[in-house]
């Protein structure tokens, strides 16, 4: 009998060797859980197995302790501690200055600090405010647990010089009980939260950042949700991005241009977001959210193209894409390619790159850091462009002031010009300024939803119809010169056109009803007389080949026979507007599934 109560007392040691460890991290962990919430969204809560999760995890890391020998034990039990309490003191203060627990972002630029930028940074933020804003709650959990330290010391040798013993059966017989209450707890925590252990070692074991960014998309994704989870997961992800990063830049060695032409002096390249083609009226949509590119469409200036897809339906994996001369079915990958601003740069282009979303963000979500990072890179960056905005902007107005501010400096005779616009990205009622709405929910008598969804329908047509006024001031500006402007989308949306849904649904299998909502997008070409007059074979090829299926991840080459840049990265049988490009090529979406062969629903 008394074995058997040993062994039970042996499952409530790893609490009782290690119990003040136990106790002060749990509150420690507890806590960061409750407090660190993510305020700005609607319905935000915290974790629901904080706790029980939280139980399970000190539970297994005080049976590691426990195997220890005693004094091993105490010294890394209290390196883990100090480790733990200044993880959360960093994300804690994260969290209170940023608005956002530790992302893969904020580590980066930590990385991309200098020493002098450290100490003006801490000498603006560190502070009284310290101590009295949620950073003092983790401050004062571990003054209370180096206070209860001492206290031990000095409590066991009074015990001990008062000669203080407890029976050790009743001991016995205590510790085999709570060995067993603390089993069956441990055993219910594991059931309970075993499915986010599951995925955090998914999430974990990615070997690219856009692997990573698709599992955080799907559903059931890995919860991060203690300090220590979130600074692993922001290493982790630096470390895919440094290795993806030296890769590219291998890459960039391979770059040569042989000749260029300049066919166009002056190439546009605009980029929106999340547009739904069929939310156009350049592809017959009975509302009037593109009455600016109809009227150039009508005036011949503009060529919409009839059958173009996204190879991605996430931002990220289309940027990669569309800005490597990789092509999606070619074996190796993205970043065995190089990037065609580059090429550009090398062959006499003065480029310039706005964007009005990837610019690193303390608080941005990794999907924008798995987007940005080989943007963001200082020394990828210098090699690809030669201005960039440092700043972004509440509306896409705001890239209006950004080339404007560019264009009064200085003008060069051959440009590169890409511009990224946030377009009709998530928040569509954020978008466009009050002011400029236009549409309401008494204009869809036919769509059978909620008020409120109602609304979010109305407030995307209001997205658009703003995104069409940005699109036409951009024209304007190169109306004069010999200049011609390409616009893309990044991918589709879904907005209740077909299903009451709004967004992107990353995990479903793609059909066509899912590709014509979220893959089809708008393309077009448009160019200026100038332009039409001093090429009128280019313009011709863009008017002839308007019909031709095309996927955007080949729009580099296309790029490189607009500007007449000869190079070996230029591929024929990739560019839409060569004689010799293959329509017959798998258009793959998400790499995996041809849209050529889904069949059309009527």
């Not at 003092?136 to 209370?144: E, K, R, T, V, Y």
């Not at 590219?248 to 241009?257: A, N």
Request: include cysteine; aromatic fraction near 14%.
């Amino acid at each position: 009998m008394k074995k058997v109560l040993q062994l039970l007392g042996w499952l409530w040691k790893p609490i009782r060797v290690n119990a003040a460890f136990f106790i002060f991290m749990f509150a420690l962990g507890y806590l960061c859980t409750q407090t660190e919430i993510r305020l700005h969204l609607k319905g935000a809560k915290p974790y629901e197995l904080s706790a029980t999760e939280l139980f399970f995890d000190l539970y297994a890391l005080c049976v590691l302790l426990a195997l220890i020998p005693r004094k091993i034990r105490i010294w890394i039990r209290g390196i883990t501690a100090i480790i733990l309490y200044a993880i959360a003191l960093i994300d804690m203060f994260c969290y209170v200055h940023f608005e956002s627990t530790l992302t893969p972002t904020m580590l980066m630029l930590f990385f991309e600090t200098t020493g002098q930028e450290t100490s003006e940074f801490l000498g603006s933020y560190l502070g009284w405010d310290l101590f009295t804003s949620k950073t003092g709650w983790i401050l004062l959990i571990a003054l209370l647990h180096i206070l209860w330290a001492i206290f031990s010391i000095w409590w066991k040798k009074r015990q001990e010089a008062m000669g203080f013993r407890l029976n050790p059966q009743v001991m016995l017989a205590s510790q085999a009980v709570m060995g067993v209450l603390g089993l069956a707890l441990f055993v219910w925590c594991a059931t309970e939260c075993w499915s986010n252990k599951q995925a955090m070692v998914r999430l974990m074991t990615k070997t690219n950042l856009g692997e990573v960014e698709h599992e955080l998309t799907t559903k059931g994704c890995a919860n991060l949700y203690l300090p220590v989870h979130r600074m692993i997961f922001s290493l982790y992800a630096n470390r895919l991005a440094f290795r993806q990063l030296t890769h590219l830049l291998k890459s960039t060695e391979k770059v040569q241009v042989d000749s260029c032409d300049f066919r166009s002096p002056q190439i546009v390249l605009i980029i929106g977001e999340s547009y739904n083609k069929h939310r156009s009226q350049l592809y017959g949509y009975d509302k009037a959210t593109t009455p600016r590119q109809l009227k150039r469409m009508q005036d011949s200036t503009l060529i919409a193209f009839t059958d173009v897809v996204a190879p991605w339906n996430l931002t990220s994996y289309v940027f990669k894409d569309v800005f490597s001369l990789y092509a999606v079915g070619e074996e190796g990958d993205w970043t065995d390619r190089p990037m065609f601003p580059e090429i550009f740069r090398k062959a006499g282009y003065h480029v310039t790159f706005l964007t009005n979303q990837f610019l690193p963000k303390a608080g941005e979500a990794v999907y924008d850091f798995s987007g940005g990072f080989f943007l963001n890179n200082p020394e990828l960056s210098k090699l690809l462009f030669d201005d960039r905005n440092k700043r972004l902007h509440r509306y896409d107005d705001g890239m209006l002031k950004e080339l404007d501010a560019r264009e009064m400096k200085r003008q060069y005779a051959n440009q590169l010009t890409i511009i990224h616009l946030m377009g009709q990205h998530v928040d569509y009622r954020g978008r466009f300024p009050k002011t400029r709405r236009m549409f309401t929910t008494a204009d869809y008598p036919d769509k059978k939803l909620t008020e409120k969804r109602l609304q979010i329908n109305a407030d995307y047509d209001n997205a658009t119809l703003y995104n069409d006024s940005i699109v036409e001031e951009i024209i304007r500006r190169f109306e004069h010169r010999n200049a011609v402007i390409i616009y893309m989308p990044d991918h589709g949306e879904e907005c209740f056109n077909t299903l009451d849904y709004f967004g992107r649904n990353h995990s479903a299998i793609i059909d066509y009803r899912l590709a014509r909502e979220e893959f089809e997008i708008p393309f077009w070409i448009w160019a200026s007389e100038l332009y039409r007059m001093a090429h009128p074979y280019g313009w011709e090829a863009i008017k002839r080949y308007r019909n031709r299926p095309y996927m955007t991840d080949l729009l580099p080459h296309t790029l490189l026979f607009l500007a007449g840049i000869h190079t070996k990265d230029y591929r024929k049988e990739y560019d839409v507007l060569n004689s010799e490009y293959n329509e017959k090529r798998p258009r793959l979406l998400k790499n995996s599934v041809d849209y050529n062969k889904l069949k059309r629903e009527k």
